[in-house]
C-alpha cells in the first residue's frame, strides 16, 4: 500500500466547530444519535425518510439484498417528478422559485415551481410525439441553460432513460456514449456560450451521429436568433416546435421503483466508458435525503451548486435533490474567470445565495488570483459552503473557510460517486470540521478502510475504502455489462470497493488520497488513461501511448503522456500541438494532454501490460516500488 499521505496530518488533529446554532436547527439533529437510529435499523432508518415523498404505490419490503444485488422499495410505484414538481405545486410552494438561470449576457430567467412543470409536461408531450416511450434512452448534449433540466425532467416524466453526456465531450466520446446507450433521440443547442465565445454543438452531434444507427430525431434548442441554424425536416425538430399543439398537462408516467431513471457514463479502468445505472425509487429517496441534510436546505434558502448537470453532481444537486426538497435553485454558464475572477462572488452577493457547493479545482484557481476578489463582494448572505470533486487539501479547506465562509460557514466536503448517486462521506453540518479530512459517513452509510482482503487497517494506515453495505441510490448495474458490476462488489469480497485509496484518523474521520485505479481526476473529472491513450493512437504518427497524472497544484492532476511515434515521425512542436488537437477533437478539451514527451520505449511487464506506475515514479523522482514483473 502506497502511503503517500500526510502523516503528520493524520496525527495532529485540528478542528474547527461551528456556531451550535447551527446544530441546534438542523434537519439531521444530533449526528451520533441520528447515526445510531440508522446502525439499530436500517431500513426502518430510510423508511422513514421515504415517507417523506409521494408514491403512487408503496412498498412491500424497504431493501431485498441478494448480494450483489440489491433492490429497494421493492414493489413501490412513483414518478420522481411529481416529487420534484407536481408535490410542490399541489402544496405551498406553487409560486416559489424553483429556477433561477443567468446567462452571460446578463440576461436571467426565472421558473416558478408552476412553470417549470408547465414547461417539462409540454417539452415531455412533444418527446411523446416523436415516439418516445418508455423504456427508450434519451442522449442529452447540452450547455448549462434551463432546457438542459427540462429535458431531463421531461425524460423522466414518460419514463424515458436519459443520458447526459456533458458538453465538453468530443465526437468520438460522444459517439460512443450514444451508440452504447442506443438512443432513440440526442437533444442539443445550436451553440453553448463560454467566456464570449459561441462553441457550436450541433456541428458536434451531426458528425457523432453518422456512425450512430439508433438516432431517429435531433431536438436542438436554437439560440442563435439571427440567422438561425436550419433544421433537416423530419429529423432535426426546434426544441420550442415540438412543444407548439400539444397539450399542457401530461400525466406522469407510473415507474417501478427499481425501473432505470437514467445512464450516466463514468470513465471506467478500460477505454470503454461504463454506463452507470441508477433507478427511480431509491435514487429519489437518497438525493432527496442527502440534499435536505447535507446542505440542512431550508425554505428561505437560495442554493447554488456550480457543477455541470452532465455529471453527477449536476444530475443529483442541481435537478433532483434540490427540486425534490423545493429548493430554490440558481444555475448559470458564467464561468468562474469571467469577465473577471469576481464573476462568481458578485453573482453570490447579487443571488444572495446561502447555500454553495463547489469543487476544489475551482477553490485553488481562486487562491491563485487572491483574496482581493471575493473581498470586494459582499457575501455575508452565505451559510454553508460545500465542495466536491476530489481532495480539498488543508490548504484549500483554510481559504475557503476563512475567505468564502469568513470563519462563520460549516464546510461540508462530500465524497462520493457517480456509482454512489449521492453524498457517502461528510462532516454534517454543526459537527466539527477537521482540514484535510472529508469526515464520517453520512447516517444511512456505513464504511471503512480496508487491506484487499476486506480487513479493516488500524487508524493511520493506508488502505482501501469500501462501503459495506447496500444504500438506496447505490448503482444497480453497469448498462450492458453486468459484469462489470459485479465487480464493484466482488473485488474485495462482501463489500463495495470505492477504488480510492484513504486514511483513517482514530478519531473515525476519514481522509481521501486518491484514486487507486488508472482514472485521473483532472479538474475534478474522472479520465480514464486508457481513453486518452486510445484517442492518441488513432491519431497516424503513433505507435503507442502511456498517460499518467501528475500533481498539479490548481488541477489536482495535470495529464502526461508519453508517445511512441510510428516510423517515418520525428517529434516536433508541431507534431505535439496536433496530437493536442486531435485528442480535443475527438475526446473534448476536458481530457487534452498538458504534456506530451516523445520516447523510444515504454516499461512493460513481461506479458504486454504498460507499467504506468514505473512512468509516474520516474516522472516524480520517486521509487517505483516493486518492479520485478519488469520486461528487462
Ligand atoms: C473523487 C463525483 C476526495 C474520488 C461526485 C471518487 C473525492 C471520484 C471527493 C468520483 C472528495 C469525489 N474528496 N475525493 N470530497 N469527491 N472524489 O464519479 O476519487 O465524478 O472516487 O463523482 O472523485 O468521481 P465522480
Known sequence: MKENFDVKLVENAKYYTPDAEYKRSSWIGDYQEAYRRFLADPDAFWETIARELEWIRPWDR???????????????????????????????????????????????????????????????????????????????YMPMVPEQLIAMLACARIGAVHSVVFAGFGTSALNLRINDAEAKVVITADISIRRGKAIPLITIVQEAIVHAP???????????KEPP??????????????????????????????????VLYTSGSTGTPKGVVHTCGGYMVGAYYSTKTVFDLKER???????????????????????????????????PDYPDPGSWWKLIQEQQISVFYTAPTAIRTFMKVGEDWPNRYNLSSLRI?????????????????????????????TWWQTETGMQMITTMVGEPMRPGFVGKPIPGVEVDVTDKNGNPVPPGTGGFLVIKRPWPSMLRTVYKNDARYRQYWE??????????????????????????????????????????????????????????????????????????????????EKLTQD?????????????????????????????????????????????????????E
Open 214 to 224: 439508433s438516432v431517429e430525431h435531433v431536438v436542438i434548442y436554437r439560440r442563435r
Open 385 to 413: 459552503i460545500g465542495s466536491v470533486g476530489e481532495p480539498l487539501n488543508p490548504e484549500a479547506f483554510e481559504w475557503y473557510y476563512r475567505v468564502i465562509g469568513k470563519s462563520r460557514c460549516p464546510i461540508v466536503d
Open 579 to 631: 496530437l493536442i488537437y486531435h485528442v480535443r477533437m475527438t475526446l473534448g478539451p476536458v481530457a487534452v494532454p498538458h504534456e506530451i514527451e516523445f520516447v523510444d520505449k515504454l516499461p512493460k511487464t513481461r506479458s504486454g501490460k504498460i507499467m504506468r506506475r514505473v512512468l509516474k515514479a520516474k516522472e516524480l523522482g520517486m521509487d517505483p516500488g516493486d518492479i520485478s514483473t519488469l520486461e
Open 301 to 335: 434558502d437560495i442554493y447554488w451548486c456550480t457543477a455541470d448537470p452532465g455529471w453527477i453532481t449536476g444530475h443529483t444537486y442541481i435537478v433532483y435533490g434540490p427540486l425534490a426538497v423545493g429548493a430554490t435553485v440558481f444555475i448559470t454558464e458564467i464561468t
Open 62 to 140: 424497504v431493501c431485498e439484498w441478494t448480494y450483489p444485488y440489491a433492490r429497494w422499495f421493492v414493489n413501490a410505484q412513483l414518478n420522481i417528478t411529481a416529487n420534484c414538481l407536481d408535490r410542490h405545486v399541489a402544496g405551498d410552494r406553487r409560486n416559489k422559485v424553483a429556477l433561477i438561470w443567468r446567462g452571460e449576457d446578463g440576461k436571467e430567467r426565472v421558473y416558478s415551481y408552476q412553470r417549470l412543470l408547465g414547461e417539462v409536461s409540454r417539452f415531455a408531450n412533444g418527446l411523446k410525439k416523436l415516439g418516445v416511450k418508455k423504456g427508450d434512452r434519451v442522449c442529452i
Open 491 to 572: 473485488t474485495i469480497s462482501g463489500v463495495y470497493a470505492a477504488g480510492d485509496l484513504a486514511v483513517k484518523g482514530s478519531d473515525g474521520y476519514i481522509m481521501v488520497i486518491g484514486r487507486a485505479d488508472d482514472i485521473i481526476i483532472v479538474s475534478g473529472h474522472n479520465i480514464g488513461t486508457a481513453e486518452v491513450e486510445s484517442a492518441l493512437v488513432s491519431h497516424h504518427a503513433v505507435a503507442e501511448a502511456a498517460v499518467i497524472g501528475k500533481p498539479d497544484a490548481i488541477k489536482g492532476n495535470a495529464i502526461k503522456a508519453f508517445v511512441i511515434l510510428r516510423v517515418g515521425n520525428t517529434p516536433s
Open 229 to 262: 441554424v436550419e433544421l433537416h425536416p423530419g429529423r432535426e425538430h426546434d426544441f420550442y416546435g415540438i412543444m407548439e399543439d400539444v397539450p399542457a398537462e401530461c400525466p406522469c408516467e407510473t415507474m417501478d421503483a427499481e425501473d432505470p431513471l437514467f
